[in-house]
């Protein structure tokens, strides 16, 4: 009878398979600990270091929001090309220097040196996308004109908004035009002196043909 006797410790140290069964048991353990540490008490060490690293990324993360909130978030400054030239706004290129007439920009033409004034940034779905000083809104709120065109004598505009009335508020005929009402859809109120006494009606008064002089 003594001998059937077994001593459980001594055989459970010595049962290697079973050795086996429980470190690979408590392995999946610590994995399911580091899983889900929060509702487990078997967290091992590792398991802990885990932890307090993700606990420290979360902190760094949100402490830089919160500095993001507090100072600001850097925004990227939309570049000045206000500029004029020959006291005609215009676009300043690239370098700087170059104020190009507003005009040229979205021409088709690249007349900055870095093609910048053609920049499809600025150029898909005009005028939308221009800056606000380069154009001219017509008394048709439908058409739109470059700021350059404006007061140029030229009817762009087509109902003479442009060149006419408090809207456009331009200055009286310059010294190389003629002022009249134009009988002619390119003029509006001052015609070419090239014009005049060339035999043909520019003006409504005739003015063009018996006043002015070329
Ligand atoms: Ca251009
Ligand atoms: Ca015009």
Not at 9 to 31: I, N, P
Request: glycine share 6%; aromatic share 8%; charged share 20%.
């Amino acid at each position: 009878m003594r001998s059937n006797q077994t001593h459980p410790q001594r055989s459970r140290s010595f049962d290697a398979a079973s050795l086996g069964s429980t470190v690979s048991m408590l392995s999946g353990r610590e994995k399911d600990c580091c899983e889900d540490c929060g509702s487990c008490k078997c967290c091992s060490r590792r398991c802990v270091c885990i932890s307090v690293f993700v606990l420290l990324g979360l902190a760094i993360m949100a402490a830089a929001v919160a500095l993001a909130i507090i100072f600001g978030i850097p925004q990227r400054t939309p570049v000045n090309r206000y500029c004029t030239s020959n006291n005609m706004t215009g676009y300043l290129c690239d370098d700087r220097v170059t104020c190009i007439p507003a005009s040229s920009v979205c021409n088709g033409i690249s007349n900055c040196a870095n093609g910048e004034d053609e920049n499809s940034e600025i150029c898909t779905d005009l005028p939308k996308n221009l800056p606000a000083y380069l154009i001219f809104k017509c008394g048709n709120p439908q058409f739109w004109i470059y700021i350059d065109e404006k007061c140029n004598d030229i009817n762009n505009c087509g109902d003479c908004s442009d060149e006419v009335g408090i809207l456009a508020n331009c200055p009286s005929c310059g010294a190389n035009w003629w002022p009249c009402t134009s009988v002619f859809y390119e003029y509006c109120k001052c015609i070419p002196r090239s014009l005049c006494r060339d035999g043909v009606q520019h003006c409504t008064d005739w003015s063009d043909e018996y006043k002015c002089t070329p």
